[in-house]
Nanobody, 127 residues
Framework: QVQLVESGGGLVQTGGSLRLSCAAS????????LSWFRQAPGKEREFVAA????????YYSDSVKGRFTISRDNAKDTVYLQMNSLKPEDTAVYYC????????????????????WGQGTQVIVSS
């Protein structure tokens, strides 16, 4: 199993930037596909971005493509989400997910439900 701890959330104005981090412990970090999801109050959990085990492939939701960048540092057992040009609709609790499966699109489609989750970090974007 793997344990995940998100950090880096906070309050930012529209157009600002934040970088979220998800630190892993337990099994070898490279055993997992990593992804980010978010959930706004009263809304369903939403896929944000995913990255494969080596970091060579990424996949983004249309709503964040061009603004967010997912990356991973396997030497530090950490995955990041760089968020630029933030909008009020980006306000949500952001969760890290680790899944031993390989297919990024499949993980996004099932909303990460077969993987492990972190506790989440809150992002609030004010207008």
């Amino acid at each position: 199993q793997v344990q995940l701890v998100e950090s880096g959330g906070g309050l930012v104005q529209t157009g600002g930037s934040l970088r979220l981090s998800c630190a892993a412990s337990g099994r070898t970090f490279t055993d997992y596909t990593l992804s980010w999801f978010r959930q706004a109050p009263g809304k369903e959990r939403e896929f944000v971005a995913a990255i494969n085990r080596s970091g060579s492939s990424t996949y983004y939701s249309d709503s964040v493509k061009g603004r967010f960048t997912i990356s991973r540092d396997n030497a530090k057992d950490t995955v990041y989400l760089q968020m630029n040009s933030l909008k009020p609709e980006d306000t949500a609790v952001y969760y890290c997910n680790a899944d031993p499966r390989f297919n990024l699109i499949a993980i996004a489609t099932v909303k990460g439900r077969f993987g492990s989750w972190g506790q989440g970090t809150q992002v609030i974007v004010s207008s």
